[in-house]
T-cell receptor
Framework: DTGVSQDPRHKITKRGQNVTFRCDPISEHNRLYWYRQTLGQGPEFLTYFQNEAQLEKSRLLSDRFSAERPKGSFSTLEIQRTEQGDSAMYLC??????????????FGPGTRLTVL | GNSVTQMEGPVTLSEEAFLTINCTYTATGYPSLFWYVQYPGEGLQLLLKATKADDKGSNKGFEATYRKETTSFHLEKGSVQVSDSAVYFC?????????????FGSGTRLQVQP
């Protein structure tokens, strides 16, 4: 069990550019979550996958954001036409869940995005 | 909607002092409650959890009891160490509403001085 990994750890981009982040969950975890954390705040939910299906999206996820989990393993989060307000830490979490139960989410180290 | 309120920090204590970090919540259903910790330069780690009323979660000397009547999940430790310095987040998930996503509080920074 190598834990949740995220790549890159840091990304600096110019306003208007597109960026893509990758998350590799703990193997055999069927659920994967994306959160965003700004300085001094708790993480805020963005979106959630069960296997390859995207089951829930937050209102925070504007149409410039898209997430995929094509084979139910790793996931990517893309931000198009970045804005300075997108600067934040993007966190990925995974869990193994069964119907009706409470699953425990394990977090990766995050990708820190700075938009200049 | 769901929300979590934590006491504002920073909380500054001397080593071996008693710690309490208050957490209260509002939820539509019957949530599960969590404490996560973020050490400097590291990711969020699960510290403890409780899934039903009167459950006590515990780990590494930390404890929190799920109090449904007061909608609270306060974190306590009898004797803190310098190594406990970190940011602590209270969170809930509300399965009754089908939302698996965690709702977090804004975090409480703990600074323990030797």
């Amino acid at each position: 069990d190598t834990g949740v990994s995220q790549d890159p750890r840091h990304k600096i981009t110019k306003r208007g550019q597109n960026v893509t982040f990758r998350c590799d969950p703990i193997s055999e975890h069927n659920r994967l979550y994306w959160y965003r954390q700004t300085l001094g705040q708790g993480p805020e939910f963005l979106t959630y996958f069960q296997n390859e299906a995207q089951l829930e999206k937050s209102r925070l996820l504007s149409d410039r954001f898209s997430a995929e989990r094509p084979k139910g393993s790793f996931s990517t989060l893309e931000i198009q036409r970045t804005e300075q307000g997108d600067s934040a830490m993007y966190l990925c979490a995974s869990s193994f869940g069964q119907a009706g139960g409470t699953d425990t989410q394990y977090f990766g180290p995050g990708t820190r995005l700075t938009v200049l | 909607g769901n929300s979590v309120t934590q006491m504002e920090g920073p909380v500054t204590l001397s080593e071996e002092a008693f710690l309490t970090i208050n957490c209260t919540y509002t939820a539509t259903g019957y949530p599960s409650l969590f404490w996560y910790v973020q050490y400097p330069g590291e990711g969020l780690q699960l510290l403890l959890k409780a899934t039903k009323a009167d459950d006590k979660g515990s780990n590494k000397g930390f404890e929190a009891t799920y109090r449904k009547e007061t909608t609270s999940f306060h974190l306590e430790k009898g004797s803190v160490q310098v190594s406990d310095s970190a940011v602590y987040f209270c969170a809930l998930s509300d399965m009754d509403t089908g939302r698996r996503a965690l709702t977090f509080g804004s975090g409480t920074r703990l600074q323990v001085q030797p």
